[in-house]
């Protein structure tokens, strides 16, 4: 019953980082939201059927034991739950966050289907575990026995991270190289502060320094240091470095300014969102504020730069997408989420041209569904003579992402890559067709999501383990 009553009155505190003054009302509202989350957490948990064919769990990449930390979270059992959940996932606060569950676990909860609503899978995932850090029982790893070979890892991301994680628990010595200033990858500068708040990411990145990791930051390989020494270095490399050429547009008037890149503009929020002082920020080159906004894509990167800048306090905010709705890429959730927030959605619309020095405007051209293509997919068509100039001040590219050319980057052509550039790696073991170099996450997926870039980290992190205590055998190959 203590631990009941301890739990109910958990502290929020790690959620709301600006305002830690201890004033009374405050403290009041933690302790009735502590006790509203705890109550809903039970509440949501006690509606798994624990019906004995998880789909929820098989469809999550990670599979996660769900049915059984649920069960222990009904039961009130949340250390225990804790204990179950981070089993199987590094990051489960930042999985619980910003996971894609309509697709993933609760899209295939059998509640879900029979047509009840789902279990909020994600929602629990995060409870159990920002209440383990409030509770203290996140702890830095303390491995039994410090081992003398050491893991290179390039690319602080969640898929390098993972894989840092789950070698250090064994003993490794870890270095992680990134050529930012913070550690997370996307989850730091990527995905925006409303959707996984910067300290949560910031906590994780602690913890891994405070177990040994060694973060070597504002370190980008193949300038400042060679891959070829990287590999001198170290025992075995991780290639975990995600996907970061912006997909362009060939049209007339696009290298106007005011005409920027996804990746820039995000990054550049994030880094206000930490205190940094952001010249391009400052000048209004990176700043919605006060402008017409228009964006260009259907994906969730279009989500967050529409969502970013409906939060700087952009005058209007439009997306303009080639295909419908129901075609998008994007999630439904996101959209809906926008459109609560002010987002206009134009659909069948594509940029033909670009008017201005500094833009003015975008010149639209309006399309319609044609006959599917060989994906089964129905390809836009143009309408003939629809077109129309959409005013504008800040146009943002969300495009997509396609992998750098790291064989020429890092001038190693040994290196295997797909034909789409992306790092070729054994799907089970992600080893290279290099001896000793594994690579995971974004860069041999294509963009992808968190949660498979942990996966491959931690199986990456099996692989390398093998390989390390294997050495004499592959001498003798
Ligand atoms: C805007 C945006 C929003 C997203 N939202 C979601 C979401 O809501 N849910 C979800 O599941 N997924 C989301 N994703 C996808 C997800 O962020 C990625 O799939 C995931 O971060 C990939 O992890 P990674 O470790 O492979 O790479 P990354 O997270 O990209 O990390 C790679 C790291 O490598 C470093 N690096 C690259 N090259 C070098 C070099 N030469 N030298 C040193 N360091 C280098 C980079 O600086 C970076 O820190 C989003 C992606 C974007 C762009
Ligand atoms: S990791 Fe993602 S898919 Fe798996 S249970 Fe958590 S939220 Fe669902």
Known sequence: ???????????VERDMPEKRAPDLRRQDFQEIYA???????????????????????????????????????????????????????????????????????????VIEQSG???????????????????MGWVKPIKPSEDRPESVGIIGAGPGGLAAADALRRQGVQVTVYDRYDRAGGLLTYGIPGFK?????VMARVAQLEESGVEFVLNCNVGEDISFEAIRGKHDAVLIATGVYKSRGLQAPGVGAQGIV?????????????????????DSGELNAAGKRVVVIGGGDTAMDCVRTAI???????????????????????????????GVEFVWLTAPKGFSGETVEGVMIQKMRLGAPDASGRRSPEVIEGADYLEEADLVVMALGFEPEDLPKLWGVDGLEVTRWGTVKADFRTHATN??????????????SLVVWAIRDGREAAESILDYLNAPAQVAAE
């Open 434 to 447: 290099l001896d000793g170099v594994y690579a995971v996450g974004d860069i041999v997926r294509g963009a």
């Open 261 to 281: 890149r996804a990746i820039d503009y995000l990054t550049c929020s994030n880094k206000v969102s930490f205190g940094d002082e952001v010249e391009e920020y």
């Open 196 to 200: 996984l708040e910067k300290d949560v």
């Open 1 to 11: 019953m203590a631990k009941q009553m301890m739990l109910k009155f958990v502290s």
């Open 116 to 134: 009840h609503g789902t279990v909020t899978i994600g929602s629990i995932e995060k409870y159990i575990t920002d209440t383990a850090w409030e």
């Open 35 to 109: 006790e509203y989350a705890h109550e809903k957490a039970q509440q949501q948990s006690s509606r798994c059927s624990q019906c004995g064919v998880p789909y929820c769990q098989s469809h999550c990449p990670l599979h996660n034991n769900i049915p059984d930390w649920l069960k222990l979270t009904a039961e009130g059992r949340l250390q225990e739950a804790y204990e179950v959940s981070q089993a199987t996932n590094t990051f489960p606060e930042i999985c619980g966050r910003i996971c894609p569950q309509d697709r993933l676990c609760e899209g295939n909860c």
């Open 311 to 341: 939060r700087q306090g952009a005058e209007s905010v439009k997306c303009l997408y080639r295909r419908d709705r129901a075609n998008m890429p994007g999630s439904q959730r996101e959209v809906a989420n926008a459109e609560e927030e």
